[in-house]
Structure formats: structure tokens, C-alpha cells
């Protein structure tokens, strides 16, 4: 029987990795740190790059960790052998 | 056809559609009811959820806001979308294993206490409450603009449809009418984006034509409005005025708010199994992120659209819709330099207009001149989010009185059957509550809406994440967290817009921090009283250690 102290550890791990990215893009890049990323634009685009983060771009990160997360979990699973039927 | 033909079909068709699916999906149990019999898959789940949480204030009124709002309004977009990954790391997968029919109830469990779990009850009524009467008044609006009733009819016609629904089939006929309401709103969200799209950026996506350019100047469209917002002295777009500690803590009290909102978390109660809730909360983003991504979009289209055609230009030469709305009260123009020209301007004491924030969605299809089926397919679409929203939150009243309050409080023996009537009896209550509430508004409608998520944030969100993430939070932790953490936030909410109004600027806020932004703190606060608080009283008894256990791991044995 493997270990849920483990199992446990391993969630809170991904947990912290995804959650720095998630805070990451929105309150580093689309508001601490705004102002500054705005001097830089998306090439090809009138985008100033803070105010993509804010309006755009932390929104589609937030879908792609949300769906890492389920993968991620969803293995774990199986490899601790408490997935569901 | 004329614009109310079409609404009228348009409207006609989609009630229809809905009545036919509640139908189909009658509640037959208590199961039925509160959680879909557990039997919704994670895709149309994703799909109910993001009906449920757009509201009538995300297809109406966001995008008006952000258009008048610029930079700022992204506390808005990533508020309302950044909360459903908390929600589906912290909250969504444990509360599913822990398999209850309301959050109340996860909160009288793992507490151990009748107190904790009468809190979480007038918590969530009061939250729900205060949204709903929002949606009822978002339906009124809607019926009397488009096609031309009165906004008591409209409310009456909108509570009679949402009566059907939400009475007949409980959560089961909700979530799949919030499923065909998602696919009516969403598709009355996107026509009139595409068409704008085209218009001013050449491009048929509202996503890269936000950050595209004229077609015939080859200008950038977020230069050109940064350069018309200076020009009639407005902080550029791309700017906003809100102080950066401001839009941080609004941010975050949006955010923590949505994930406690107990209309959302329930959505995760009804899917098969923990794995499901995971995925299904990324369905629901997804789903939501469509209609959030091309908000900001619209917004910048809308703003350009109404800076070119009104600003500086001859009343006389005003279009049609513009007296349409004139009549509303939504638009008003006083010629006060008497030169017969619109002077757009920030400072108010030249200023000659003001428009209502909340037209710019319902209106862009008449400033743009899109074809009359457009109009009234964004009519229909308004009415989706309206009740759609309005029956989630129907849900969590009426099961927060029929199983928290008079199944595990007052009368634990009452039999299936009974509970099942009891619940509908309450939706009905719920239902005509909600109805006179958005006949008559309270006037601090607008006000309260900061208490909702402020509330959610401060109570919910940490009692919920301390009971799955820590085995020796107690009950005397989480009552004080969370009777600290309300009252904080209730009382400068309270302070700042209702005793003390004039005194609502950032220089009376606490560190700068706006009463929007003040759940944060309320949240931070609750998690600091709740976790001092089990340091010195007794530990929770090992059978709340063994559930901790439990709903930590997903099926197996464990």
C-alpha cells in the first residue's frame, strides 16, 4: 500500500509550482510589474505587453494550469493507486 | 423585419428551448435536486458553471465597464477568471470526495458544530440573495428596452420562466438548461464581436483585432484611443487611474471571492467522481475565458466607435439610436455652450454628455448598424446570462433552507419526500423574493455587490482551505476566523458606503486599499485569528483527523 504522507507531498508540490506561475502572470506581470513590461510591445501588434497580461494573456495561462493540474493529478493518481473506477 | 420582430422570435425561441429541456430533465429525488443525481459530465458541468457564473453584469454590463474603465477594468477580467484555479487546486477536488449537498454542510461537518454550519447558512443566503435581485433587474431592463414592456411584466415573465425551471427540476433541470443557455449567450456574445472585429480591425477575431490596426490609417486601435483619451483629457486607456496596491487587493478579494461563492462550488458537487471536478473546472474556464478574453476587446471597439460618431459632433446629426436611448434616461445631453455640437470631455464642468455604462454591450449593435437579427439575438442572449445566474443562486437559498436548516437542524427525522417538497416550497419563496426584489431594488443594490464577494472571500474561502489542508484546525478556529473575518469586511464596507459616503476616496482607505479591495484583508485576517486561535484551544476529535484523510485522496482504499 503505498504512502498518502507522500501522495500528499507530491499534490502540495504541484500545488506550489502552479500557483507561483498563476501568480506570476497576473499579479507580477499584469499589475506589480506593469508599468514596467508596457515599454516592451508584442511585435506586429498594438499590444503594450503589462496591459496584455492583465487583459489577455493571464487568462489563457489560468486555462492551461487549470488542465496541467488535472494531468498531473490524474497520473499521480494512478502511480498511488488511488484513482477512481 | 423590425428589431422587435426579430427580439421577439429570438426571445420566444430560446424560452421555449429552455422550458422544453426542464422538461425533459425532472427531479424525481432529494439527489436529483441538490446535486443532479451526481451524474453530469465534466464537459456540459463546465458549460452549466459558466452559465451560472455569467451573470447578467458579465454580457451586460463588463465590457461598458472596462470601456470606461480601461487598464483598471482588468481587476475584472482576471478577478473573475484567476479565482476558478484556487478553485480547482484548493477547493473543487476535496469537497467533491467529501461528496455533500451544500457548502454549509462541508462546514457543520468538518467543524462539528451546528454554530459553524448556521453561519455558513446566513452567509450563503445573504451572498445569494444580494446577486440575485441584480439578475431580476438585469431581465426587467432587458424585456422593457427591446421589447417594450413594462419592467414589472418583464420581471413577472422572467420569474415565471426561472419558476418552471428551477422548481420542477431542482439542480437536475438547471444544469441543463444553463447548458443551453451557455450556447444562447455565447453565441449572442460573439456575432456582434465578430462584426465590430471586421469593422475596425479588419480581422474577423476579437482577440487580435483588440491588438490590431485601422484598416484604413494603419493605425494601432489602442494607440489611436490612448491619443483620443488625452486629447479629451481622460488618463490614457492603456493607463488607468485606480493607485497599483488598489487594483492588487481588488484583484485578489474578485478572485478569492469567486472560488468561495457557494453557486460555483456546488456546480462541482455534481459531477461523477473527483477526477471530473478537476477537469471540469478547466471546461468551465475555458468556457468562461471566451467570453472574458473578448470583453476587453469589445470594449476598446465600443469606445472607439462612440469617441468617432459622438465626440464633437452636431446633436442634429445623431442617429436613431441615440434618441432610442436618450428616452431610457441611459443618455443624456445638455447643450450647455449652446453650440448645437457634443462636447466629450473628462472635466465635468464642460462635459455636455453622459452615458450609462451599462448600454455599450445592448447598444454597440445599433452604433455599428449591425442587421436588426443581430439586436435581438443580444436581447435573448442577456436574457440567458440573467437567468441562468438567477436559478444557480435560486438553488443554493432554497437547499441551504430545506437540508441545512430543516433536515440538519430543526427536524433531522422529516422523510425523503418531505425534503423534496420542502425544497421546492423554498425555491418557490426564493423565486418571488427575488422577483419583488428586482421590482423594487433596494437602491444599495450596487453597493452590496461588494459585500457579496467581499463576504465570500473573508468567510468560506479560508474555512474551506484550512479544513482540507490543515488536520488540527478546530472549531473554535474556524468560528472565530470566520466571524472575524465578516465582521471586519462588513464593517468598512459599511463605514465607507453607508454611514460615511463622503469620505469614500483613496485618502481616507486604509493603506489606499477601496472597500472592493478590503475582502482580502478580511481573508487574511480570518486565516491569522482562526490559526491562533486552534494553537490554544483543543485539538478537532480523531474522527475529523480520519476525513482530513479521506478527502484528501481521490478513491482507492485510503
Known amino acids: 500500500m503505498p504512502d498518502p504522507t507522500a501522495y500528499w507531498a507530491r499534490n502540495l508540490r504541484y500545488l506550489a509550482i502552479l500557483l507561483a506561475i498563476w501568480f506570476a502572470v497576473s499579479f507580477g506581470c499584469g499589475i506589480l510589474f506593469a508599468d514596467a513590461l508596457n515599454a516592451v510591445r508584442i511585435p506586429g501588434t498594438g499590444f503594450k505587453l503589462g496591459f496584455w497580461f492583465a487583459q489577455q494573456g493571464s487568462i489563457y495561462v489560468f486555462v492551461v494550469l487549470i488542465f496541467v493540474y488535472a494531468r498531473l493529478m490524474n497520473r499521480l493518481d494512478r502511480e498511488y493507486g488511488v484513482a477512481e473506477e | 423585419m423590425d428589431v422587435r420582430l426579430w427580439t421577439f422570435i429570438l426571445v420566444g425561441l430560446s424560452f421555449a428551448l429552455y422550458i422544453g429541456v426542464a422538461i425533459w430533465s425532472r427531479a424525481g429525488s432529494t439527489r436529483d435536486f441538490y446535486v443532479a443525481g451526481t451524474g453530469v459530465s465534466p464537459l456540459a458541468n463546465g458549460m452549466a458553471t459558466a452559465a451560472d457564473w455569467m451573470s447578467a453584469a458579465s454580457f451586460i454590463s463588463m465590457a461598458g465597464l472596462i470601456s470606461f474603465m480601461g487598464y483598471d477594468g482588468s481587476v475584472y477580467l482576471m478577478g473573475w477568471t484567476g479565482g476558478y484555479v484556487l478553485l480547482a487546486m484548493l477547493l473543487a477536488p476535496y469537497l467533491r470526495k467529501f461528496g455533500a449537498y451544500t457548502v454549509p454542510e462541508f462546514v457543520g461537518e468538518r467543524y462539528y458544530s451546528q454554530v459553524a454550519r448556521v453561519v455558513a447558512v446566513a452567509c450563503a443566503i445573504f451572498v445569494s440573495f444580494t446577486y440575485v435581485s441584480g439578475q431580476m433587474r438585469g431581465v426587467g431592463i432587458v424585456f422593457s428596452r427591446f421589447l417594450e414592456v413594462d419592467v414589472t411584466w418583464g420581471v413577472v415573465i422572467g420569474m415565471g420562466i426561472v419558476f418552471f425551471y428551477a422548481v420542477l427540476g431542482g439542480m437536475k433541470g438547471i444544469t441543463y438548461t444553463q447548458v443551453a443557455q451557455y450556447c444562447v449567450l455565447i453565441f449572442a456574445y460573439m456575432v456582434p464581436a465578430f462584426f465590430l472585429a471586421v469593422m475596425l480591425s479588419g480581422t474577423f477575431i476579437p482577440q487580435l483585432g483588440f491588438g490590431g490596426a485601422d484598416p484604413e490609417s494603419g493605425v494601432f486601435l489602442l494607440d489611436k484611443l490612448d491619443g483620443l483619451h488625452r486629447e479629451l483629457g481622460f488618463t490614457a486607456y492603456t493607463d488607468g487611474t485606480k493607485s497599483t496596491i488598489d487594483v492588487f487587493f481588488i484583484t485578489a478579494a474578485l478572485m478569492v471571492g469567486t472560488a468561495g461563492l457557494p453557486h460555483v462550488i456546488i456546480r462541482f458537487y455534481t459531477v461523477p467522481r473527483v477526477r471530473d471536478a478537476r477537469v471540469s473546472v478547466g471546461w468551465a474556464l475555458l468556457f468562461i475565458a471566451i467570453l472574458y478574453t473578448t470583453a476587453p476587446a469589445v470594449a476598446v471597439f465600443a469606445r472607439t466607435n462612440l469617441l468617432d460618431t459622438v465626440a464633437g459632433q ?99 427525522d422529516i422523510s425523503e419526500r418531505g425534503e423534496l417538497l420542502a425544497a421546492r416550497i423554498s425555491a418557490a419563496f426564493a423565486v418571488v423574493v427575488a422577483g419583488l426584489l428586482g421590482i423594487n431594488p433596494p437602491g444599495f443594490v450596487a453597493q452590496v455587490v461588494a459585500f457579496a464577494f467581499g463576504l465570500a472571500a473573508s468567510s468560506f474561502f479560508p474555512v474551506i482551505i484550512l479544513g482540507t489542508f490543515t488536520r488540527t484546525m478546530n472549531r473554535e478556529g474556524a468560528i472565530a476566523g470566520m466571524l472575524s473575518g465578516i465582521t471586519f469586511t462588513a464593517a468598512y464596507i459599511i463605514y465607507f458606503r453607508f454611514i460615511n459616503p463622503a469620505a469614500d476616496s483613496p485618502g481616507n482607505w486604509w493603506f489606499g486599499i477601496s472597500p472592493e479591495g478590503i475582502g482580502t484583508v478580511g481573508m487574511l485576517l480570518n486565516f491569522a485569528v482562526a490559526l491562533t486561535v486552534s494553537k490554544f484551544t483543543p485539538a478537532p476529535p480523531a474522527s475529523v483527523r480520519e476525513l482530513v484523510d479521506r478527502i484528501r485522496v481521490p478513491g482507492g482504499n485510503a
Open chain 2, 314 to 412: 452636431p446633436y442634429e446629426a445623431m442617429p436613431e439610436w441615440f434618441s432610442k436611448w436618450e428616452d431610457t434616461g441611459l443618455i443624456t445631453f445638455e447643450d450647455r455652450d449652446g453650440d448645437g455640437n457634443i462636447r466629450y470631455v473628462a472635466d465635468p464642468a464642460e462635459n455636455e454628455l453622459t452615458i450609462d455604462r451599462d448600454i455599450m454591450v445592448l447598444a454597440n449593435p445599433e452604433i455599428s448598424r449591425l442587421p436588426n437579427w443581430v439586436v435581438g439575438l443580444v436581447a435573448a442572449g442577456g436574457l440567458a446570462a440573467a437567468l441562468s445566474t438567477a436559478a444557480g443562486l435560486l438553488l443554493v437559498i432554497s437547499s441551504a433552507i430545506s437540508h441545512d436548516l430543516l433536515k440538519r437542524a430543526l427536524k433531522p
